[in-house]
C-alpha cells in the first residue's frame, strides 16, 4: 500500500541555519504531496503542498518540490526561526475525487530551533 | 470563524473503561475524518462520514472502537473496552467537497488518551 517515509528527529538548529527535511513516498498512482506542521498546543495545519511532478509549494519561507523520479517531497527553509519549532509531517493523498482527501502521513519529524 | 474543535484536549482512563470522544467540525462541513498517532508514530487514518453516513472505516482497528455522526454535525468517538495500545492522540478534521478540485481538511488540536 501507500506509505511516506521521513526522517526521524528531533533536528536542532540554531536560529538562521538551513533546513532540510527528508521525506520519500510510495504511491501506486500519482498522489498529491503535502507538509503539515502542529505547533506546540495546536492542531495540525496546511503548511504546503504540491499535486503533480515537478510542482513546487511553498508558504511561509518553506519549500519542497515534488520529485517523481525519486519520489521525494522534501522540506527546506533557508533560514529557520525559533517561531518554526514545531513538528512537520509529510503526507500524501491519493486523489480528490469528489472532494475527499484521504491522507497517509508519515511519523513526523520534531524541529527545535534555538537562539 | 470557529475551527475544527475536540473535546476533551486530554483522558486518562483505566483499562477496560469506556471513554467517548467529540469532534466539532466546522459549520458546513460534509467530510469528517478520524485519525489516530499512536506513540510518536505516523497518523493513521481511521475513518471518513461523508454527512451523517461513514464513507470508509477501513482504518478502524477492531470493534471495540465505534464513531457515529448522528445528524451530519459533530461526531463522537466511543472506545469500549478501553486497552492500553489505544493510548495515542486522536485527530479530528473537516473539509467540505468540491468536485474538479483539492480541498483542504482543517485539523483540529487532538485528544490525547492515555489509558492505563
Known amino acids: 500500500g501507500d506509505s511516506v517515509t521521513q526522517m526521524e528527529g528531533p533536528v536542532t538548529l540554531s536560529e538562521e541555519a538551513f533546513l532540510t527535511i527528508n521525506c520519500t513516498y510510495t504511491?501506486?498512482?500519482?498522489?498529491?504531496l503535502f507538509w503539515y506542521v502542529q505547533y506546540p498546543g495546536e492542531g495540525l495545519q496546511l503548511l504546503l503542498k504540491?499535486?503533480?511532478?515537478?510542482d513546487k509549494g511553498s508558504n511561509k519561507g518553506f519549500e519542497a518540490t515534488y520529485r517523481k523520479e525519486t519520489t521525494s517531497f522534501h522540506l527546506e527553509k533557508g533560514s529557520v526561526q525559533v517561531s518554526d519549532s514545531a513538528v512537520y509531517f509529510c503526507?500524501?493523498?491519493?486523489?480528490?475525487?469528489?472532494?475527499?482527501?484521504?491522507?497517509?502521513f508519515g511519523a513526523g519529524t520534531r524541529l527545535a530551533v534555538h537562539p | 470563524e470557529a475551527g475544527v474543535t475536540q473535546f476533551p484536549s486530554h483522558s486518562v482512563i483505566e483499562k477496560g473503561q469506556t471513554v467517548t470522544l467529540r469532534c466539532d467540525p466546522i459549520?458546513?462541513?460534509?467530510?469528517l475524518y478520524w485519525y489516530r498517532r499512536v506513540m510518536g508514530k505516523e497518523i493513521k487514518f481511521l475513518l471518513h462520514?461523508?454527512?451523517?453516513?461513514?464513507?470508509?472505516e477501513s482504518g478502524m482497528p477492531n470493534n471495540r472502537f465505534l464513531a457515529e455522526r448522528t445528524g451530519g454535525t459533530y461526531s463522537t468517538l466511543k472506545v469500549q473496552p478501553a486497552e492500553l495500545e489505544d493510548s495515542g492522540v486522536y485527530f479530528c478534521?473537516?473539509?467540505?467537497?468540491?468536485?474538479?478540485?483539492?480541498?483542504?481538511?482543517?485539523f483540529g488540536q487532538g485528544t490525547r488518551l492515555t489509558v492505563v
Open positions: 478534521a473537516s473539509s467540505q467537497p468540491k468536485q474538479g478540485s483539492n480541498t483542504e481538511a482543517f
Open positions: 504511491a501506486t498512482g500519482y498522489p498529491s
Open positions: 504540491a499535486t503533480k511532478a515537478d
Open positions: 503526507a500524501l493523498s491519493d486523489g480528490f475525487s469528489g472532494g475527499y482527501n484521504k491522507l497517509i
Open positions: 459549520s458546513g462541513h460534509d467530510n
Open positions: 462520514f461523508v454527512k451523517e453516513s461513514k464513507q470508509d
